[in-house]
């Protein structure tokens, strides 16, 4: 499933392949992007860069254009050369943008909307984003500010459900959710009044740690579009690669207490977690 990692790889690989580059063409199966496609036409404007915040992908195009994309559950962008054959069917295709060497396709994209900057700045999701994990100017003292401080306003609130709220950190989803929890030693089901200095830090770094550690690669010049497996583990079996999640009735991986699941929050998602480890 799309978390902020999974954005911020497919950001950086359009990037490498569409930034600078103009658009030869332009293709949607939703009826408001062709909307503004037929008023102000995509062809012919610069992509001028790719970026992710938190779990949102924005392509910023010449001419104050910017197409927001946001993959919730089944969403993804892929990159195709011409003529590549697609890996799913033209169906799934929500957004197709051609440049000379490239395709990006979004498939089964469930939001995609395009803004200017000034109706992004008005917009009710994006600007309101907490600190972005990935990005390059976040520091884990600002984000145990921003945690600690979302604790003292929310004191009854559960780990597990703040750990997931884009508004305090952008990035984490389901899975880091449960393994940042485990790392760091705390339940998931505890009260934000319940926890301490110590354990807000140590959520945050492992954060921090975690999701960096998962976008290691693509440094190079050649464009990364697939990385393996997300893992928070140091084990190289691909079966080991993670700590709880999806682990229920499983022996956990330090203490041989069997992993649990329940449902969590408004949304009713599977958070996982050791009772011995995280008591």
Known sequence: MPEGDTIYRAARAMQKALGGKVVTGFETGLAKLARVNDDVPLVGRVVEKVESRGKWLLIYFSGDLILVTHMLMSGSWYLYHPGERWRMGRNRMRAMIRTEDWEAVAFNVPIAEFHTARSLERSAQVPKLGPDILAGEFTVAGGVDRLAAYGREHADAEVGVVLLNQRVLAGLGNVYKSEVAFAAGVNPFRAMRTITAKEIETMVDFAYRYMNANVVDGKGEGVVTYSGNRR??????????????????QECRRCGAMVMMRKQGEQARSTYWCPECQP
């Open 232 to 249: 928070t583990t140091h084990a190289m079996n691909r079966d080991e690669r993670l700590w709880v999640y999806r682990r229920q009735g």
